[in-house]
């Protein structure tokens, strides 16, 4: 349903005034809330003097001598407008279209920029975070790409932040297992990092704090993980060691009263240190989608449509629910070793299953 004008013309207003408090100096997330609580709106807020501005909780002297600078307010007029040029959809705090998740945090963001569809998103929503280290092992990313394609073929969205590796896996095989995937950026929507996922993050609805032409930056990164883990019921962390950004994001999960989850690794190896360490302070045990699944009661994995195979290689390709090693498959399949190499070997040929690390799984 189209608003009235009048309601639009008072969200656009209350949006370009938020704008203008986020492009002033000295203003981060909890100082702009403080206004507009104290206020009742960041249009009251604006329109407030000098002396009302030094009431409020939280305001030191810089902060209430760049108030009200006309810089702000023309760098918010020309977002506004190139948003609008780009099809970027700008979402305010306080206005009705802010996604509710972001109130777990202690500093949600005043102004959020959304490239593509943005999907329902209440307190607690029906998406998982799923992060991991850049450099992860052959292994990790096989078990990303099959958690992340069974959650979105259970209907549940995948968030990750669009780094190499493991985020790269699971937005990837979201998409490509028809669902939706949520990409969280430390630059903005329109400055894609790396690169190389340019093509991926069409296929994305991508998620930022920054305005348009932000570059991407380290300190970016950290604040980011929080936004992952805000717009997630729960994060999965498949690898990375203790002092990295999973953990950090494992981290926030927990403050915004998330559910975490780790994939236990190989002893020894730093990649598996984060999560034995979680693991250790509760975390839940994962292997395969369906763990998370059953922690939600969010039902079970769909049995994804199998092309028309005999029977000897439909059960294994039903069995590579997530990555198996032949034992595995021996017991879960029913079948001799002679035909389950058989049949892996057909589903290989025909693309279906792949080998890596001495695991197989589906492709």
Same mark, same amino acid.
């Given at each position: ?16 005034? !938020? ?15 403080? =206004? ?5 709106? #960041? ?16 305001? %030191? ?5 760049? !108030?009200?600078? &006309? ?16 099809? /970027? ?5 306080? !206005? ?15 102004? =959020?920029?959304?490239?593509?569809? =943005?999907?329902?998103? &209440? ?16 292994? #990790? ?15 549940? /969205? ?30 903005? /929507? %329109?400055?894609?990092? &790396? ?19 932000? &570059? ?25 060691? $203790? ?22 690794? $190989? ?26 699944? %059953?922690?939600?009661? @969010? ?56 080998? /890596?690390?001495?695991? @197989?799984?589906?492709?």
């Amino acid at each position: 349903m189209t608003a009235p004008p009048a309601a639009t013309a008072a969200h656009t207003a209350e949006l370009l005034a !938020l704008l203008t408090l986020r492009f002033t100096p000295n203003l981060g997330p909890r100082r702009i809330e403080a =206004l507009r609580q104290h206020f009742g709106s #960041a249009q009251a807020a604006l329109g407030a003097g000098l002396g009302e501005w030094r009431q409020v909780a939280g305001l %030191d002297s810089k902060s209430v001598a760049a !108030l009200g600078s &006309p810089k702000a307010a023309a760098l918010a007029q020309a977002e506004l407008q190139k948003c609008a040029a780009q099809g /970027v959809t700008l979402l305010g705090r306080g !206005l009705a279209d802010y996604p509710a998740a972001f109130e777990s945090l202690g500093d949600p963001p005043a102004a =959020l920029w959304v490239l593509g569809e =943005l999907p329902e998103l &209440p307190t607690v929503p029906r998406s998982i975070g799923i992060v991991g280290t850049r450099a992860a092992s052959h292994h #990790a990313l096989s078990l990303s790409r099959q958690i992340a394609a069974d959650l979105a073929r259970a209907g549940v /969205v995948v968030v990750s932040g669009m780094a190499r590796g493991i985020d790269t896996e699971a937005h990837t095989a979201a998409v490509e297992a028809g669902g939706v995937s949520l990409g969280i950026l430390g630059s903005a /929507v %329109d400055h894609i990092y &790396p690169s190389e996922n340019v093509p991926l993050s069409r296929r994305l609805t991508l998620i930022s704090e920054y305005p348009l032409g932000t &570059p991407p930056a380290q300190h970016h990164f950290p604040t980011r993980n929080r936004l992952i883990a805000a717009l997630s019921a729960g994060v999965l962390v498949v690898e990375g060691e $203790r002092k990295s950004g999973s953990m950090i994001t494992a981290t926030h999960a927990l403050e915004c009263g998330r559910t975490v989850f780790a994939v236990p690794g $190989r002893a020894g190896d730093p990649r598996a240190s984060g999560p034995h360490k979680l693991l250790r302070e509760g975390a839940v045990l994962t292997e395969t989608a369906q763990d998370i699944l %059953d922690e939600f009661s @969010w039902g079970t994995v769909s049995a994804e449509a199998l092309p028309d195979l005999p029977p000897e290689q439909a059960k294994v390709l039903r069995a590579l629910h997530a990555p198996q090693t032949l034992d595995d498959l021996v017991h879960a399949s029913g079948l001799s070793v002679p035909e389950l190499q058989t049949a892996l070997v057909m589903l290989q040929l025909m693309g279906l299953a792949e080998e /890596v690390g001495g695991r @197989w799984a589906r492709r």
